[in-house]
């Protein structure tokens, strides 16, 4: 009896916080793979939900705890490491170690290396920022090919300011080394997969977020007030939620809205959102949840009206991505809110006049959009019924183009 091919699936953070390489391990399970996902945990609230997540889904877990309260030795070794690492890179010399770039940039990449070469396998696939040197370096150990997931442009995500900088400089350096040794390389959206294939001019096969069918429900009817919904790991500034709640104050006087928020909010960020909405929407009511169960993310929205992808431009990463939020929105049966962005024009698209667009910062535009829909329900309902039947035509984890696709580019590397 032939063996079935083995796949490790790798990921740095907790699998509730990293959705890509969950369904990565469903896509290559459904193959019929024998499918193990390393991790390293780092969201302690994220614990309860990374167990459930595994019992629920069936593959192999294989998670590396690198946590000061789970693993104080090996969190101090590899803190250790980085801030070495780190210090080394600060020295004004033109010389960059490899394996002070790799440390610096990944605190868990030793950690992840070890994991991974514990049990052979025929290919490795997986991304996220901190796995990418410890993918491509385990692979060339283990001469193993391997699979690479930019779900982002990891060298223009950082802020503005010199930590940012640094943090590109580093990410462009570690991308340009792993690029060219991964067999095949995948993108979070077409625009990240354009961006990266001419950044390292190679082939970047776009995987989108979205999300299985079976997760979706057509819309159901709502009333009272406009009911707006966005969520996020983390709740914090730059986010858009703030010109949401002042174009919710330009709405017709005495119109109630409801701003749903869901995530962690950063210290200090959810008062500082009160306040701001309290000053310039007066009846604007804020309702702030806590996160949730990965894989309830679309029912979690369904009590709300419409979805927020408020998206910035900048840093540049953000204005590619086509993110969780905007492809989960749908399957909800909400409909869209969205910036006009890059990453976003393809869904925003495919949904025609059926949603809100509005460039970034145009907050009487978004406030003319969310009136037309308040003085029209009929009009809001249809919206809605347009973003479900995108989702079923063509944002969902099952279309051709999304799970065959990734489990295509694996297996001709196998």
């Not at 540049?316 to 939020?325: H, Q």
Request: charged share 20%; proline share 7%.
């Amino acid at each position: 009896m032939t063996r079935p091919r083995r796949v490790t699936v790798v990921a740095a953070g907790s699998l509730a916080t990293c959705p890509r390489a969950v369904k990565a391990a469903d896509a290559f399970a459904w193959a019929g793979w024998d499918v193990r996902v390393v991790n390293t945990p780092n969201a302690a609230w994220a614990g309860a939900y990374d167990v459930a997540l595994q019992a629920r889904h069936g593959w192999r877990w294989d998670p590396v705890e690198v946590r000061r309260e789970a693993a104080p030795a090996r969190w101090l070794v590899t803190a250790l490491r980085h801030r070495v690492a780190e210090r080394l890179l600060s020295l004004p010399s033109p010389v960059r170690p490899h394996w002070a770039v790799v440390q610096a940039f990944s605190r868990v990449h030793g950690a992840l290396v070890e994991a991974i070469l514990r049990e052979p396998t025929d290919v490795i696939y997986g991304g996220t920022t901190g796995a990418l040197s410890a993918i491509a370096e385990a692979s060339a150990q283990s001469g193993t090919p391997c699979g690479i997931d930019f779900e982002d442009l990891h060298c223009a995500q950082g802020e503005a300011g010199a930590a940012g900088a640094r943090h590109d400089a580093l990410a462009r350096l570690v991308m340009a080394e792993v690029a060219p040794r991964a067999a095949f390389l995948t993108g979070g959206s077409a625009a990240i997969a354009e961006a990266v294939s001419a950044e390292f001019h190679l082939p970047v096969l776009p995987i989108h977020n979205v999300f299985p069918l079976a997760w979706g429900r057509p819309p159901e009817p709502t009333s009272g007030p406009l009911k707006l919904y966005w969520f996020s790991q983390t709740i914090s500034p730059g986010r858009g939620l703030e010109d949401v709640a002042t174009a919710t104050g330009r709405l017709q006087q005495g119109r109630l809205c409801e701003l749903h928020v869901r995530g962690s909010g950063v210290p200090g960020y959810l008062e500082q959102l009160g306040r701001h909405a309290a000053r310039v929407a007066p009846a604007l009511r804020l309702c702030v949840h806590a996160p949730s169960d990965p894989d309830a993310m679309a029912e979690d929205g369904r009590h709300c009206d419409a979805g927020l992808a408020t998206e910035a431009r900048m840093p540049r990463n953000r204005g590619l991505a086509l993110s969780n939020k905007a492809l989960t929105y749908p399957l909800s049966g909400l409909a869209l809110v969205l910036t006009e962005t890059e990453g976003q024009r393809t869904l925003a698209d495919s949904l025609g006049d059926a949603c809100v667009r509005f460039p970034e910062g145009a907050v009487d535009r978004l406030a003319d959009g969310l009136s037309a829909w308040v003085a029209d329900r009929a009009a809001l309902t249809r919206a809605r019924e347009a973003s479900w039947e995108a989702a079923r035509r063509r944002w969902h984890w099952e279309h051709p183009q999304e799970r065959e696709a990734l489990v295509a580019a694996t297996e001709r590397v196998m």
